[in-house]
């Protein structure tokens, strides 16, 4: 296969720094972020993605360009293809993965809930039944999800409250995630960790995302909806910046302890842990509206609609003191500051008229 030629004829994913990491979804938002990091800092990083069409597929690419100029080099395929990913393992002695490749966003769900089903409970299934087989297990750090929390009315969220109450089929499957880990970890001794990210935004972010289609929608003069709670009251997430989750993600890597088993037997107990990576200060969807008007210099044509979305939880809050304990997580970004760095990328990304951002949604918003 071309990847084939490519890795054994390339210095990219061999060891530097210690690390050789597999890092799927590395064409998505988060993924192509922690690669550039990992990179940066002198670990070798392959990529996997199956540039699925769920939002324009040639904002994966442009990510793919920027990655190759870095060297890291990205295999089109899927998670759901088994020998694949154990030809990905036999080529090359990956000592971790990060797995951030799922369907994401919540609303979609509602529209395509087989594809969450194949991609994040199927094609995690995959991936761990062969990295269970592998001599010696990789460590595994892997994308929950906040909206595992669901309908939990503590606040801020702990990483021991209540996650059995998802509002979305997403939630749902992140939640399976986390279950089906606990599994591949009692019985097979593989090393996991689960990240809950919590409403991630920056530069070559997701346009399916609010703050994404919120500032296209504001460039072009087009109203944008605000959807509240059951109660009426202001929905509110915890919006956390990109670099900060890039952090998380390296230091949960680098606290990842090995695993205990190989080549699919257990050995003794590995470590499993799950975290929240959030910034901790929930903030109003009016209030990030109202930052992305200042930023853009427009007002918005706001539509405020008085029913929840579907699929929505009321609001999001992390409590991050574990990750801070085990890997010195410290979310620094406050929103403003964050969203002046993502309105920058976006203005040079798509120039000022935004002319190619009409084709940055390919699902339909409205449907
Ligand atoms: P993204 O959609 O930009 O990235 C995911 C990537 O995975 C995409 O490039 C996609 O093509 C790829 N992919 C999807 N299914 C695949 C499959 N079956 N095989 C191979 N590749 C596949 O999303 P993101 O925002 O970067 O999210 C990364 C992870 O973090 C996801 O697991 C997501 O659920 C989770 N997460 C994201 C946020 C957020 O706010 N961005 C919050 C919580 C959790
Ligand atoms: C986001 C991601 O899309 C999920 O993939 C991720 O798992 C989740 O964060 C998470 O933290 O776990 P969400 O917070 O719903 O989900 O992100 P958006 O769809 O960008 O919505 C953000 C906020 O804007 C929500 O409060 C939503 O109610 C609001 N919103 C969204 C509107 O008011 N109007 C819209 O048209 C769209």
Redesign the pocket.
Known sequence: AAWEKQVRHSSTPRRVNGFSVLV??A?????SHCSLALKKRGDGVLG?????D??DPSL?RARQNLLSKHQIFIVE????DGPLLTKLFDVVPFTHVLH?????GVRYAMQNPQSYV???IA?FVNLLEVAKAVNPQPAIVW?????VYGLNTENPFSEHDRTDRPASLYAAT?KAGEEIAHTYNHIYGLSLTGL??????GPWG?PD?AYFFFTKDILQGKPIDIYRTQDQKAVARDFTYIDDVVKGCLGALDTAEKSTGSGGKKKGPAQLRVYNLGNTSPVPVGRLVSILEGLLNTKAKKHVISLPRNGDVPYTHANVTLAYKDFGYKPTTDLAAGLRKFVKWYVSYFGIESKRSKETQHFDESS
Do not use: C, E, H, P
Not at 27 to 31: D, E, P, R
Not at 196 to 201: E, Q
């Open positions: 799927t979804g064409a998505g938002f988060i993924g996997l993605d199956n540039f699925n769920y939002y994966k395929g899927d998670l759901n951030l490749a799922a369907q994401a194949k991609s994040n094609g994308a929950s999800s906040s909206s992140k809950r990210f919590f409403t991630v935004y997701r995302m």
